[in-house]
């Protein structure tokens, strides 16, 4: 048997291929995306512009809507009367004047045993009282502030009135204070200074009204007055009249007058004959003078 000592046949091997050069973008190519770059940039100009003209449409139409909401609104106005009052009201009450005195009142209490008095206790008690006088404020009615066809105001004032009366303790003082022969009178210093403060007090309230203390207190009322206001005018109107004050006479209720401490003279009528004119008339006598 023989063997086949040929050596193999060697397979055939293949030529290497070309690389086939790339090629490069020409002229069209570079046309073509400059073009389409200049369309994508006009076409969001566009696109912004649109969007301009939208928002600015937009905003048309809502000042249209808005047109009527946006009316020039008329100024505000101010009820003067009702400012008058509110400014009056504030202050409540208005003290105007002050009425002090100090006044001397003896107070007694006697100890009596069957029908014979035992022992008297005496209290000489020095009292300083003032009474304040003015208007109270919140008697004021809207119908007491009328304003005129020329604008002008008018206040009507409260009648002026007492305000409080009072016996400052701290400056008066129980000048003697006696329980008589043996101590035998009562021990009511308490009960004799209590009556004698009222007594004091109704005593300095009848003098303060004898001597004109609500007359007083309406002159200066008007005077206050005119000066709290004195704001409320300075804001009217240019040209604007100023307010008028009217008070009120006092009511006789307010200040009880029992008697005046210095009763004005009379001078007796004439008792001479009347006398003859040159006409043969008798002269009429003067009507009695009161002072």
């Known amino acids: 048997?023989?063997?086949?000592?040929?050596?193999?046949?060697?397979?055939?091997?293949?030529?290497?291929?070309?690389?086939?050069?790339?090629?490069?973008?020409?002229?069209?190519?570079?046309?073509?995306?400059?073009?389409?770059?200049?369309?994508?940039?006009?076409?969001?100009?566009?696109?912004?512009?649109?969007?301009?003209?939208?928002?600015?449409?937009?905003?048309?139409?809502?000042?249209?809507?808005?047109?009527?909401?946006?009316?020039?609104?008329?100024?505000?106005?101010?009820?003067?009367?009702?400012?008058?009052?509110?400014?009056?009201?504030?202050?409540?009450?208005?003290?105007?004047?002050?009425?002090?005195?100090?006044?001397?009142?003896p107070a007694q209490r006697d100890r009596v045993l069957g029908q014979f008095?035992?022992?008297?206790?005496?209290?000489?008690?020095?009292?300083?009282?003032?009474?304040?006088?003015?208007?109270?404020?919140?008697?004021?009615?809207?119908?007491?502030?009328?304003?005129?066809?020329?604008?002008?105001?008018e206040i009507r004032l409260p009648a002026p009135e007492i305000l409080d009366r009072k016996i400052d303790v701290g400056r008066s003082r129980v000048y003697d204070y006696d329980r008589g022969f043996l101590g035998l009178g009562p021990d009511s210093g308490p009960e004799l200074m209590a009556r004698a403060q009222e007594a004091a007090l109704d005593r300095v309230t009848e003098s303060a009204c004898?001597?004109?203390?609500?007359?007083?207190?309406?002159?200066?009322?008007?005077?206050?007055?005119?000066?709290?206001?004195?704001p409320t005018q300075a804001g009217l109107p240019k040209g604007a009249k100023p307010v008028t004050i009217i008070p009120q006479e006092p009511d006789p209720a307010a200040c009880p007058i029992a008697k005046p401490i210095n009763p004005p003279a009379i001078n007796p009528p004439a008792t001479n004959p009347p006398a003859t004119n040159p006409n043969g008339a008798a002269d009429q006598p003067a009507a009695p003078a009161q002072s």
């Open 1 to 105: 048997m023989k063997v086949d000592q040929r050596p193999p046949s060697a397979q055939p091997t293949q030529a290497p291929q070309p690389i086939a050069p790339s090629r490069q973008p020409g002229l069209w190519r570079q046309l073509s995306n400059n073009f389409a770059l200049m369309a994508t940039g006009g076409l969001v100009a566009i696109v912004a512009t649109s969007a301009a003209g939208i928002g600015n449409w937009g905003k048309g139409i809502s000042d249209f809507v808005a047109a009527p909401f946006n009316t020039p609104q008329p100024p505000a106005k101010a009820d003067v009367r009702s400012l008058t009052i509110d400014q009056i009201r504030g202050a409540s009450e208005l003290t105007t004047t002050v009425f002090s005195m100090e006044a001397i009142v």
């Open 117 to 153: 008095v035992v022992g008297s206790t005496k209290l000489l008690y020095i009292a300083y009282g003032e009474i304040s006088a003015g208007i109270d404020f919140n008697k004021l009615k809207p119908e007491d502030v009328r304003q005129g066809a020329d604008g002008k105001l």
């Open 210 to 230: 004898q001597r004109g203390l609500l007359n007083e207190a309406n002159k200066r009322a008007v005077m206050v007055v005119s000066q709290m206001l004195a």
